[in-house]
């Protein structure tokens, strides 16, 4: 039937015959065929709208979201909808870039790369989506700063020491001050300056288990690292 619709649509069914009379039949034709068209359409935006909503709630389970920031997401989603960014791209791409600025616009810290990752939409394509809808919907995200990671890998590191986490904050300040937050990533500088707190208090945690539970390679701590210290003239 959709083949049948799409024919119509391209050939506009003339509704006249040859001596200029009103063809019933076609024109009563067109007319079902247009209404039954209407129908599919409607229950197929219903479909994606279920869809999207389950790819959200999947998302949002996997990144340990509540409610409160999946309506946030949702709504951000069907606001690009509505601007028209969703012509031309896929819904997991449009859904995963959703997630990522409702997260940033609630202040939940995650990096673009983990939200690529559990959203299965490459790291390119979320953050080029992403500035697409803060651009159709006329908002600016919060940017992240270092310190904004240092609570949640403390968390996942099982780091209960307050001296740590003063550290690494005193660290990420000095950092500051120096202009060596210009450069890396902030969760990158974040990670390497909890694993220099560590080691000054006492810590016991190596390269690999920062990198892991932060999502940062052992070669970009070690080069951070090796900046901090130098920069910073630091002795451990």
């Known amino acids: 039937m959709s083949d049948e ?36 359409e409607e229950s197929s935006g219903n479909r994606n709208v279920d869809y999207a909503l389950d790819l959200v709630n999947s998302f949002s389970v996997k990144l340990g979201l509540d409610g409160v920031v999946r309506r946030r997401i949702y709504s951000v989603y069907s606001g690009s909808v509505d601007a028209g960014v969703l012509t031309g791209r896929s819904i997991e791409g449009v859904v995963g870039a959703s997630v990522y600025v409702g ?13 690529s990752e ?21 908002v600016r995200l919060p940017l992240l ?13 099982g780091i209960v020491d307050d001296d740590v986490v003063l550290k690494a904050y005193e660290l990420l ?17 974040a990670a390497s300056c909890l ?17 892991e539970v932060c999502g940062v390679s052992e070669v970009t701590i070690r080069n951070n690292l090796r900046k901090i210290r130098k920069t910073l003239e630091l002795d451990y």
Not at 16 to 40: E, S
Not at 146 to 151: E, L, N
């Open 145 to 157: 700063s270092p310190k904004d990671f240092v609570p949640r890998f403390c968390d996942s590191l």
């Open 103 to 115: 997260l940033r616009l609630e202040g939940v810290v995650r990096t673009a790369e983990e939200v």
């Open 5 to 40: 619709i799409n024919d119509f649509k391209l050939r506009k069914l003339d509704l006249d015959d040859v001596d200029g009379n009103v063809n019933v039949f076609n024109k009563a034709q067109w007319y079902r065929l247009m209404k039954w068209k209407d129908k599919v």
């Open 195 to 211: 694993y220099l707190a560590c080691l000054g208090c006492g810590v016991r945690k190596t390269q690999r288990d920062v990198g």
């Open 173 to 189: 300040d000095d950092c500051e001050v120096v202009g060596l937050c210009n450069g890396p990533a902030p969760n990158s500088l």
């Open 118 to 138: 559990v959203c299965k939409v490459s790291y390119k394509d979320l953050l080029r989506t992403s500035k697409l809808i803060c651009k159709k919907l006329g």
